[in-house]
């Protein structure tokens, strides 16, 4: 019998805590929580070549797009890997800045009507993020991967896309009910899944998110699914995507279509 199967129930979930822990240390310590730059997809087939699957795949991904971007595994991902690639397009057009300006103000009295604490969480990350959105004025692209690489500011802004995703979904609570599962209301799965950090994301977040912010984003999903090219799914469904990621087991990135 192994050490951990001797320890008593409560020793073992412990144990099982601390090593995921010491996990997530060890990627922190060595992934930066946005790529420096973005790679070639050929670094994704080599990561896949011990996988058929997985490798033609990622090879076919090629013909469409010119690189991929990766973002730390850290259960924030999706948030992140959607905020920074939104923030990049920002960076070219001062106009779509000033209308995504627009869609986000509101929602700080949206919230508020809902009952998010405003004195702690609306000021604090309302104003942030707002801040971090005025200085896509005047920043190039390195400032916005150093912006996304400082822990406080980044997570700054992944903490409010998740406070915005938690609205859209309370919001239009009748309509999200219908997609909860274990008897969980819309503001139990809320505080339990979409605001709680390091929580990974699903279907349901990133519809909550697309509706709140009016991205339009594809994701191409890397699966073992029986098609032989990586799944597109649009949000919306029928919308022509801005914001490209890439999703395998877990796992959100950024994705570069090439251009046209």
């Known amino acids: ?15 099982i805590v601390a090593q995921k822990e010491a996990i997530y240390k ?25 996988d058929e699957a997985f490798r033609e795949k990622a090879k076919r991904l090629s013909e469409e797009y010119e690189g991929f971007r990766r973002t730390r ?4 991902c999706f948030f992140r890997a959607l905020g920074y690639r939104v923030f990049e397009i920002l960076l070219q057009d001062k106009e779509e800045l000033l209308k995504f300006k627009q869609v986000i103000i509101p929602s700080k009295e949206i919230m508020a009507s809902l009952g998010f604490p405003s004195d702690t969480i609306l000021e604090d990350f309302y104003d942030n993020f707002m801040e971090a959105l005025d200085k896509c004025e005047n920043m190039n692209q390195k400032e916005l991967t150093e912006m996304f690489n400082d822990q406080g500011v980044s997570d700054y802004i992944v903490v ?32 339990a899944e979409v605001e709680t950090m390091y929580k990974e994301s699903d279907h349901i977040h990133v519809i909550a998110l697309t509706a709140a912010t009016g991205v339009n984003v594809r994701i191409l999903y890397l699966d073992r699914g029986s098609n032989k090219e990586a799944s597109p799914h649009d949000f919306p469904e029928g919308s022509d995507p801005k914001v490209h990621l890439l999703y395998r087991p877990g796992h959100y990135d950024v994705l570069y279509p090439k251009k046209k």
């Open 1 to 15: 019998m192994s050490s951990e199967e001797s320890q008593p129930p409560e020793n073992r979930d412990d144990l």
């Open 26 to 50: 060890e990627i922190a310590e060595s992934t930066p929580l946005v790529g420096l730059e973005p790679e070639p997809l050929e670094s994704l087939e080599k990561e896949f070549s011990h």
């Open 73 to 76: 595994p850290d259960g924030n």
């Open 160 to 191: 409010f896309l998740r406070l915005l995703t938690s609205m859209q979904l309370q919001k239009d609570a009748d309509f999200y009910m219908n997609f909860m599962e274990d008897h969980l209301s819309v503001s139990e799965f809320c505080k």
